[in-house]
Each structure stands twice: as structure tokens, then as C-alpha cells.
């Protein structure tokens, strides 16, 4: 089932939001990483920037560079809603945003291989949301 994101819309420089992602197709107790991925206008697809990370089992965490400081990933204690908490937002960060689930490998190996490539890779993710738009204006 795919994901489903909410929560975007129009902000300032400086400004917050937060992005939520229905997860609820998958149990409690499946191992998955679920990830934050973003699409700036007169990007392709294949050009999706992947920003964050979460295990479902340890619940450890990646982000890119980009974004380090700033967001922050979370989960439900239910398991069926990952947030993105978004501070200090940049005209950068305009986007159409959306989350997808990795389950090719153990969810705290991914983050450990995303850490180490400092990159999430959007061709391991699956369950592709139909996004939620971000803008933020000067």
C-alpha cells in the first residue's frame, strides 16, 4: 500500500512545518526503513534528493548534509505515522516532499550504509506516496 504524506503548504524563510507519513500498510513489528525524499521544481524524478531516514526496529536515524540540524525525523509510538519536523526553512527547501520505504535489507543496516554514503539511493524505495508541496518564500 503506498505511503500517504500530508502537512505541506506555504511558509516563510525561517518558518516551520511538519510533514507527516501514513505508514499504517505496514504492522508494527515489520523491519523497514522509512524515508523523506524531495523534488525541487525542474527536477526529475531520478533527481529525488533523499534527506532523512528512520529505522522501524532501533529507530536510528540518517540525514543528509542538507538538512542536518534543521529536521528531524520521528515515529508514532503505534508505528503508523513518521513525521518530518522541519525548522529554520531556506527557499531551497521548496520541494514536493515524499516518503518511501526501504526493505531490501535490515532497516539499521540501511542506516548505517546511508551514513556511510552520506546519501540515501530512491531506487532501493518502494511504496512511493503521491508527495505533499512545500513552499517557502522570501
Known amino acids: 500500500v503506498p505511503f500517504v504524506e500530508s502537512g505541506g503548504g506555504l511558509v516563510q524563510v525561517g518558518g516551520s512545518l511538519t510533514l507527516s507519513c501514513d505508514v499504517s500498510?505496514?504492522?508494527?513489528?515489520?523491519?523497514?526503513?522509512a524515508g523523506w525524499f524531495r523534488q525541487a521544481p525542474g527536477k526529475e524524478r531520478k533527481e529525488r534528493e533523499g534527506?532523512?531516514?528512520?529505522?522501524?526496529?532501533?529507530?536510528?536515524?540518517f540525514y543528509a548534509d542538507s538538512v542536518k540540524g534543521r529536521f528531524t525525523i520521528s515515529r508514532a509510538n503505534a508505528g503508523d505515522t513518521v513525521y518530518l519536523q522541519m525548522n529554520g526553512l531556506k527557499s531551497e527547501d521548496t520541494a514536493v516532499y515524499y516518503c518511501?520505504?526501504?526493505?531490501?535489507?535490515?532497516?539499521?543496516?540501511?542506516?548505517?550504509?546511508?551514513?556511510?554514503?552520506?546519501?540515501?539511493?530512491?531506487?532501493?524505495?518502494?511504496?512511493w506516496g503521491q508527495g505533499t508541496r512545500v513552499t517557502v518564500s522570501s
Open positions: 534527506i532523512s531516514c528512520i529505522s522501524s526496529t532501533d529507530g536510528s536515524t
Open positions: 500498510g505496514f504492522t508494527f513489528d515489520d523491519d523497514y526503513a
Open positions: 518511501a520505504a526501504n526493505r531490501a535489507r535490515a532497516s539499521r543496516y540501511e542506516i548505517e550504509i546511508a551514513t556511510m554514503r552520506r546519501q540515501l539511493d530512491p531506487h532501493e524505495y518502494d511504496y
